[in-house]
């Protein structure tokens, strides 16, 4: 232990999860320009190769150009699954609003109940909800 001081172990972890911390923005910023629907073919092509050639100068210069609009395209991408997912819900949920046939029949036997319905009535209005 006396071969590998506390002060060099910190400097160790700093590098390690810089190292960490450049990878991620890396990666982020790969996944960024493969998103992008405003650059053509050509200036993706053009933005990767910048960064696998030369990245830390492709990184900088690409959070320098493009930096300020990556944060908006993320919130518009998260948007737009937030809209598809709420679709989805409530065309799953169907015409019903959500409600479970119990909850129907429920409804419909309160109905009966109070004589707002009759038998009939029931009977036909159940039949639509199991069928």
Known sequence: MDDYPLLEFFWTMLVFFTWILWLVLLFKIINDIFRSHDLSGWGKTGWLILILVLPFLGVFIYLIARG?????????RLQQQEQEF???????????????HADELSKLVDLKNRGAITEEEYQRAKEKVLG
Do not use: H, I, L
């Open 86 to 100: 709420r679709a989805y819900v409530r065309e799953t949920a169907g015409p019903g609003g959500g409600t479970s």
């Open 68 to 76: 300020t609009d990556m944060s908006r395209r993320e919130m518009e």
